[in-house]
């Protein structure tokens, strides 16, 4: 069964957490890795690998590029989920 | 036909490492590259790297980390019957750097090789010894890694002139002092990728290193914690029992994520890098060696080695710290 938004979400900040020690109530949708969050494009590598193992979609690195906030990481789990 | 005696085991009896004197900080790079000490230490986790001198060649630093260990291992050069040189920069194609080394440190005809598994090559290097004591094939084997990165290095490009560096480690490999004794080198889990050999390479000998740095850093990232606790399985040894990780030097936040995944919560972790840059087949021994002479690491406690890179050449084993 698909994920819900909340669920990604809950993932994503514990994954945000483990990688970078950035609180996960600070990972919210509105939220920009680099500027918001001061995580670097190592650590977004760190995040994609992470969240391919929770969330079983995996995020190239062209693709990763492009994603800005936390909100477009939700999108693509989901997209990803729904094509899959 | 008859076959060798075997051993029951091997082990390590000593390190020895070898850094060049010429001390190359980041501000000195960002003089002539755009980059700067921020960037570098928080991107690859270098505050500086050690430069060979320009007459300094491989076998040179190769026969100061040998020297270094031999000494240490009390064995002397006539007990030393192979000479396995890991290194993925030596200075000629033939004869080997190995026969030389054992030469200028008065080993007598050993058995002599080079062996190129980039910067995995010191943890193959030691299964290849371990093996050949066990078989009885060698009865006390000199094992070096050595490079000389610097003459592989575009210093105008800021991706790869920030991280490699040069230096020697090495390690005395021996049988286990009684047959009953339980072995000091477990056993090696290694395979390969060469599918990713496009992620690292030098073209040609006109050319100069190259990396892809962020697929580097993703395969590192992903790949490496699941073959280093399989090094673990293989000894028996349970991650929770780990004295010490030392993972190739190759970019401390490569180290830093590798070691929040295998579980290890005892274990030093080698961060050599920070003032050693990434030496390749040198950086395992040469941060062992370091650790076990700052007593960060005790005698008969359990180290787990994990080296990687070009070609995505990986190997893991786990050691007895002597």
């Not at chain 1, 918001?36 to 190592?42: K, N």
């Not at chain 2, 060798?4 to 190359?24: E, H, I, N, S």
């Not at chain 2, 699941?226 to 970019?251: D, R, S």
């Not at chain 2, 030496?279 to 700052?294: D, G, V």
Request: glycine share 8%.
């Amino acid at each position: 069964m698909a994920l819900t938004e909340q669920e990604i979400l809950e993932g994503l900040g514990e994954i945000v957490d483990e990688v970078a020690g950035v609180p996960a109530d600070q990972v919210t949708p509105d939220k920009t890795f680099v500027d918001d969050l001061d995580i670097d494009s190592l650590s977004m590598v760190e995040i994609a690998v992470a969240a391919q193992d929770k969330f079983g979609v995996e995020i190239p690195d062209d693709q990763l590029k492009d994603l800005k906030t936390v909100q477009d990481v939700i999108d693509y789990v989901r997209r990803a989920e729904v094509s899959a | 036909m008859r076959l060798t005696d075997g051993q029951a085991g091997a082990r390590v009896l000593a390190f020895g490492g070898y850094q060049p004197a010429r001390v190359v900080t980041n501000d000195e790079l960002s003089q002539t590259v755009d980059t700067n000490d921020e960037w570098i230490r928080s991107r690859v986790g270098i505050e500086s790297r050690r430069i060979a001198g320009p007459d300094e060649s491989v076998a040179d630093m190769a026969v100061q980390a040998g020297g270094k260990a031999l000494a240490a291992s009390g064995l002397s050069t006539s007990d030393v019957d192979l000479v396995i040189v890991a290194t993925c920069t030596p200075e000629v194609q033939i004869p080997n750097t190995a026969a030389t080394v054992a030469k200028r440190l008065g080993i007598v005809a050993p058995g002599a090789y080079d062996m190129n598994a980039a910067c995995a090559g010191f943890c193959y290097a030691l299964a290849n010894a371990a093996d050949a004591v066990r078989t009885g094939t060698a009865k006390n084997v000199l094992v070096i890694g050595a490079e000389k990165l610097s003459q592989w290095i575009d210093w105008t490009d800021r991706s790869t002139c920030i991280i490699f560096a040069d230096g020697a480690g090495a390690a005395v490999v021996s049988p286990v002092a009684d047959p009953g004794d339980a072995p000091g080198v477990g056993p090696v889990y290694w395979g390969s990728d060469g599918g990713l050999a496009d992620k690292i390479f030098i073209k040609d000998r006109d050319s100069f290193i190259f990396q892809e740095g962020q697929a580097v850093f993703r395969w590192a990232t992903s790949a490496l914690a699941p073959i280093a606790l399989k090094a673990c399985e293989k000894a028996g040894v349970e991650p929770t029992e780990l004295a010490a990780f030392i993972p190739h030097q190759a970019n401390l936040r490569i180290v830093e994520a590798i070691a929040r995944k295998i579980g290890a919560p005892q274990a030093v972790v080698a961060q050599d890098i920070v003032n050693a840059g990434n030496t390749s087949s040198a950086s395992i021994p040469l941060a062992l060696s370091r650790m076990i002479e700052r007593g960060e690491i005790a005698s008969g406690s359990k180290a787990l080695l994990l080296g990687f890179g070009a070609g995505m050449c990986y190997a893991a084993q786990v050691i007895t710290v002597p």
